[in-house]
């Protein structure tokens, strides 16, 4: 028995104004696209589906490859109760109204299945209302957040639910999607369309893994172009007014996306202030997720200037931080602060060198005892087995160092770490050195 939801209007209240993407929404996993490693048939999540057992889950994915959509599906084959919520727009006392309907109605012998898109959008604390009724099984609570839910949802929630990570749109999804929207009689299959070649894959292109961006901009490419006779006609000139041509190059999986970055990476690392704002706002101006570009400056903060200013770290972290709260367009200028702030940072390579060559080390001697001294015996057994008995406490020596070994026998002596004189780093070079000669002067000959 089909329920009556917001997913799939009867056939009388369906909007001829209604937006491309809403028309053009799959009603059964027949019409799906995309998200094969779930959906395919024998898939677990497809199986589910079609035997109207769901559980409690997290759908967690970028935005449009068809969260809100699979839950329409779900919707539409379930027997049991639906209700569909926003985290953007419903408060905790409605959400409480329908738990305590939810818990009514199994009473009855009635299943609920709550759809809360955004769930993100809620915080930890109110998640918490969800637990109780999720746990008795009065509500199966499916879930939508574009956030990665390790950090976002309430983890006790999160481990009464299946995470199923939706993936973005191929390109040949994306094409399929386009051209049944072209043929479809509830997208454009009552008119001709005659487009310049490769409009499509244009399209594709440019929507980067989205599927309602896609829909959205083939939408308006037809919507501008000339009607006459039942017929669209399109031009090249015509796509360009809707489609900016950087951005269409700007492939997030090709070529320029990955040029780019490398080029904004090495104008930091170069010193070169102006190169580096240059390629941030080609990125931002192409469309670029900022969050993956503050990433990126974390990750430059450490490889490149380290411990010649270890400020650079802090700046890059409390950018992420502030391009995660507020978001595009407020977030450009974060972005470019902390871009200015590394690219005029002194510059060390030195502990991400140290630590690659003690990583090729410990490839290779993975195997190698560990010295006693640096056991810690937490049985009598160790006891026995001599761990920890020649450990020395450095903060009861005068010098608040020892002469204990911390390396396997075979690597004793090695050094990976081998500081610069910029800035900060230069003062750290002086401790170590000093910590060589104090090792120099006072370790015992080895056996």
């Known amino acids: 028995m089909k329920q009556s939801t917001l997913f799939a209007p009867e056939p009388e209240e369906t909007?001829?104004?209604?937006?491309?993407?809403?028309?053009?929404?799959?009603?059964?996993?027949?019409?799906?696209?995309g998200q094969r490693h779930l959906l395919a048939q024998g898939k677990l999540l497809r199986n589910l589906i079609e035997s109207?057992?769901?559980?409690?889950?997290?759908?967690?994915?970028?935005?449009?490859?068809?969260?809100?959509?699979?839950?329409?599906?779900?919707?539409e084959r379930t027997d049991s109760r639906f209700v569909k919520l926003s985290a953007m727009t419903s408060g905790i006392k409605e959400v409480r109204e329908v738990m305590e309907r939810a818990e009514s109605a199994r009473r009855n012998g009635k299943k609920t299945i709550l759809f809360l898109d955004e769930i993100h959008r809620f915080n930890k604390a109110q998640q918490d209302v969800f637990l109780p009724f999720v746990?008795?099984?009065?509500?199966?609570?499916?879930?939508?957040?574009?956030?990665?839910?390790?950090?976002?949802?309430?983890?006790?929630?999160?481990?009464?639910?299946?995470?199923?990570?939706?993936?973005?749109?191929?390109?040949?999804?994306?094409?399929s999607?386009?051209?049944?929207?072209?043929?479809?009689?509830?997208?454009y299959g009552d008119y001709r369309v005659e487009m310049p070649e490769g409009m499509v894959s244009m399209i594709a292109d440019f929507s980067k893994g989205d599927g309602r961006t896609a829909l959205n901009t083939l939408e308006t490419i037809l919507m501008n172009g000339e009607i006459s006779?039942?017929?669209?006609?399109?031009?090249?000139?015509?796509?360009?007014?809707?489609?900016?041509?950087?951005?269409?190059?700007?492939?997030?999986?090709?070529?320029?996306?990955?040029q780019v970055i490398s080029a904004f990476h090495e104008s930091i690392r170069n010193s070169d202030v102006d190169a580096a704002l240059f390629w941030l706002a080609r990125m931002l101006d192409a469309g670029e997720d900022p969050v993956w570009i503050a990433r990126r400056i974390t990750h430059a903060a450490a490889e490149d200037i380290g411990l010649a200013d270890t400020n650079a770290l802090n700046v890059a972290i409390?950018?992420?931080?502030?391009?995660?709260?507020?978001?595009?367009?407020?977030?450009?200028?974060?972005?470019?602060?902390?871009?200015?702030?590394?690219?005029?940072?002194?510059?060390?390579?030195?502990?991400?060198?140290a630590y690659e060559e003690a990583r090729r080390d410990a490839a290779v001697h993975d195997t190698d005892p560990i010295p006693l001294a640096v056991r810690a015996?937490?049985?009598?057994?160790?006891?026995?087995?001599?761990?920890?008995?020649?450990?020395?406490?450095?903060?009861?020596?005068?010098?608040?160092?020892?002469?204990?070994?911390?390396?396997?026998?075979?690597?004793?002596?090695?050094?990976?770490?081998?500081?610069?004189?910029?800035?900060?780093?230069?003062?750290?070079?002086?401790?170590?050195?000093?910590?060589?000669?104090?090792?120099?002067?006072?370790?015992?000959?080895?056996?």
């Open 229 to 258: 006779d039942g017929t669209i006609t399109v031009t090249m000139e015509g796509i360009k007014d809707c489609i900016s041509r950087k951005s269409m190059m700007y492939d997030k999986g090709g070529e320029e996306h990955n």
């Open 135 to 175: 746990e008795k099984g009065s509500v199966i609570l499916i879930g939508a957040t574009t956030e990665n839910p390790s950090f976002e949802v309430n983890p006790a929630l999160l481990s009464r639910c299946r995470v199923f990570v939706l993936r973005p749109l191929e390109q040949e999804d994306l094409e």
């Open 15 to 33: 909007d001829a104004f209604e937006p491309l993407a809403s028309r053009m929404r799959p009603k059964d996993l027949d019409e799906y696209v």
């Open 318 to 353: 409390n950018c992420f931080h502030a391009v995660r709260l507020i978001g595009m367009p407020e977030c450009e200028v974060h972005l470019a602060e902390a871009t200015a702030y590394l690219c005029l940072a002194p510059k060390s390579n030195s502990v991400f060198l």
């Open 377 to 447: 015996a937490y049985t009598r057994l160790q006891e026995d087995l001599g761990y920890g008995a020649d450990y020395q406490y450095p903060h009861n020596a005068p010098d608040k160092i020892t002469d204990m070994q911390c390396m396997p026998d075979s690597l004793v002596g090695k050094r990976y770490y081998h500081p610069t004189d910029q800035g900060q780093e230069a003062a750290m070079r002086s401790r170590y050195e000093w910590i060589l000669e104090w090792h120099r002067v006072h370790d015992r000959p080895k056996d």
């Open 177 to 187: 999607l386009l051209q049944r929207a072209i043929t479809d009689p509830a997208g």
């Open 52 to 75: 109207d057992n769901v559980p409690s889950m997290i759908l967690w994915g970028p935005p449009g490859v068809g969260k809100t959509t699979l839950a329409g599906i779900i919707a």
